[in-house]
């Protein structure tokens, strides 16, 4: 069936980069994303990456797909105590790209 | 401001109450699903809207109906609730395409 995962947790210090990992194990995945909870709040999408790209990059964030491996990550450049929060990978599954499948989520410390 | 509203924020239930949490979205999405979210579990699907009248169930439907009658609605019913649905309760809606859900701020609820 389909899965994704993550490590439960990483701890930087201020202005060092962090590199959350993920990977999952549906093939057919259309989109995969990464998303943002921070304490008491909803998830809030952070940015996704289309199947057939291998990178995108958006500000202090670049997204890298290994598809061959099924390995997503997320590189956060200069990370602040802002960033501090709970991270999801996701992937959709159909066409449609309404039926996600979300990991257990990564938090997040950072040290000032 | 546009977006997704759930209520209640929090809920305390007897065994065998039932209850519905409420979801409106105002960005006349067509896609709405209802996640709960448990410690290291990730977010799970409940159920699905792909449109008014038109519902499915996800991966953990058991003990919750749904309706969509109207685009902007899509209420989650705990028929008899058990204190294994205590969780944190999310609803999210969507477009069609690569940009991923639009979250509530959630619904914490406890079962005693």
């Known amino acids: 069936g389909e899965d994704v995962e993550q490590s439960l947790f990483l701890s930087v210090r201020e202005g060092d980069s962090s590199v959350i990992n993920c990977t999952y194990t549906d093939s057919s995945s259309t989109y995969l994303y990464w998303y943002k909870q921070e304490p008491g709040a909803g998830l809030q999408l952070l940015t996704y990456?289309?199947?057939?790209?291998d990178m995108k990059q958006d500000q202090r964030l670049t997204v890298l797909l290994n598809k061959k491996d099924k390995h997503l990550s997320l590189r956060i450049a200069d990370t602040q105590t802002g960033d501090s929060a709970i991270y999801f990978c996701?992937?959709?599954?159909?066409?449609?790209?309404?039926?996600?499948?979300f990991g257990a989520g990564t938090r997040l410390f950072v040290k000032a | 401001n546009a977006g997704v509203t759930q209520t209640p924020k929090f809920q305390v239930l007897k065994t065998g109450q039932s209850m519905t949490l409420q979801c409106a979205q105002d960005m006349n999405h067509e896609y709405m699903s209802w996640y709960r979210q448990d410690p290291g579990m990730g977010l799970r699907l409940i159920h699905y809207s792909v449109g008014a009248g038109i519902t499915d169930q996800g991966e953990v439907p058991n003990g919750y109906n749904v309706s969509r009658s109207t685009t902007e609605d899509f209420p989650l019913r705990l028929l008899s609730a058990a204190p294994s649905q205590t969780s944190v309760y999310f609803c999210?809606?969507?477009?069609?395409?690569?940009?991923?859900?639009?979250f509530g701020s959630g619904t914490r609820l406890t079962v005693v």
């Open positions: 990456i289309f199947s057939n790209m």
């Open positions: 996701a992937e959709s599954i159909d066409t449609g790209g309404f039926k996600t499948i």
């Open positions: 999210a809606s969507r477009e069609q395409g690569a940009r991923g859900y639009t």
